[in-house]
């Protein structure tokens, strides 16, 4: 079976500190998605990609870098992490069939704490 | 812009009841999916909807086929593995790749 892997599983850094998440699927999903979760609330979309060397921004996206080196790769930069910042960085990916993405699976998501 | 709204924002059952979480849109939408967070922050796809209902085990979903402005997850002899966040999400009006969450439903079952 596939599987979505993210990396680091728990991110500490420095504020200013420029912070690289990657994410992997081996799903040969067409679209990746970068999502960030704050405690206790719902996910916000922050980069997307309906394929590789694709970049769509989604409403969270100031702050941050994305790449999609490769199909089955997605990264995501923080280009300079704030102080006291505290989120889960989920990476999602989904197949597109239909004229539609399907439902979109999820990685176990990056744990960020920033001193 | 397009808002997914979730309700109740807290829930708790004892171990066997019944009830429902409801999620409301501020437009109409294609479609919807419901995913279940566990405390491990693990996201699991319960039910991708564009019309109808469907049903999988103690679980139910319906989406509202003629407003297409609500839809509803029903669980029927809630356990405790039940216990988790629930969101809702639906494609954006600009394009399909971009899912709108709610804020969730969480649940508690109890003994």
């Known amino acids: 079976g596939g599987i979505i892997t993210q990396t680091p599983k728990f991110l500490i850094g420095q504020e200013g500190q420029k912070l690289t998440l990657k994410c992997q699927q081996n799903?040969?999903?067409?679209?990746m998605y970068w999502y960030r979760q704050d405690s206790g609330k719902g996910l916000r979309l922050i980069y997307y990609s309906i394929t590789e060397n694709d970049l769509q921004k989604g409403d969270l996206s100031e702050g941050y870098d994305a790449s999609r080196e490769k199909k089955s790769s997605f990264s995501l930069t923080v280009t300079s992490a704030q102080k006291n910042e505290m989120a889960v960085f989920l990476c999602?990916?989904?197949?597109?069939?239909?004229?539609?993405?399907?439902?979109?699976?999820f990685g176990e998501g990056t744990r960020l704490s920033v001193l | 812009g397009d808002q997914v709204e979730q309700s109740p924002s807290a829930l708790s059952l004892h171990e066997g009841t019944d009830s429902a979480l409801r999620c409301n849109f501020t437009?109409?939408?294609?479609?919807v999916q419901w995913f279940r967070q566990n405390s491990r922050g693990s996201l699991i796809s319960l039910f991708y909807?564009?019309?109808?209902t469907k049903e999988n085990g103690r679980l139910k979903s319906a989406f509202d086929s003629k407003e297409r402005r609500y839809s509803t997850l029903h669980i029927r002899d809630a356990q405790l593995e039940d216990s988790g966040t629930y969101f809702c999400?639906?494609?954006?009006?600009?394009?399909?790749?971009?899912?709108?969450f709610g804020e969730g439903t969480k649940l508690t079952v109890s003994s």
């Open positions: 999400a639906a494609p954006n009006q600009g394009g399909s790749a971009k899912l709108i």
């Open positions: 437009t109409t939408m294609r479609s």
């Open positions: 799903f040969n999903h067409d679209t």
């Open positions: 999602a990916s989904s197949i597109w069939t239909g004229g539609n993405n399907q439902a979109p699976l």
């Open positions: 909807l564009a019309s109808g």
